[in-house]
């Protein structure tokens, strides 16, 4: 059974980084997408960023240019580095696996979740 395992989350002021990774564990299909999702309370889960198995990648308009998403196969690990932080950033943030090979920023496309890892950026 696969599982999906975040880390790295934490409190940062704004301007700062962090990289959030995600460890797969047990095997996935072949085409697969990958993607980092966030989330306020009271809001809607919104898609950050996202990988596929061919390394194409999208992102929201709000963090291209600031946010990089990669995957190391080797290690099963998926990532975030997240630069130039503002507080607006500030959320919950999610790890997910879909079976379709595009790299989809929409919540429906998932079908396993990790449990979260929580990022704050103060001003």
């Known amino acids: 059974q696969v599982q999906l395992m975040e880390s790295g989350g934490g409190s940062v002021q704004a301007g700062g980084s962090l990289r959030l990774a995600c460890v797969v564990s047990?095997?996935?299909?072949?085409?697969?997408?990958m993607g980092w999702f966030r989330q306020v309370q009271g809001k809607e889960r919104e898609g950050v960023a996202s990988?596929?198995?061919?390394?194409?990648?999208n992102y929201l308009p709000s963090v291209e240019g600031r946010f990089t998403i990669s995957k190391d196969n080797a290690k099963n690990t998926l990532y975030l580095q997240m630069d130039s932080l503002k507080s607006e950033d500030t959320a919950m943030y999610y790890c997910?696996?879909?079976?379709?090979?595009?790299?989809?920023?929409?919540?429906?496309?998932?079908?396993?979740w990790g449990r979260g890892t929580q990022v704050t950026v103060s001003s």
């Open positions: 047990g095997s996935t299909e072949s085409d697969y997408c």
């Open positions: 997910a696996l879909g079976g379709i090979r595009a790299p989809m920023l929409t919540a429906n496309w998932y079908n396993l």
């Open positions: 990988i596929d198995s061919d390394g194409d990648t």
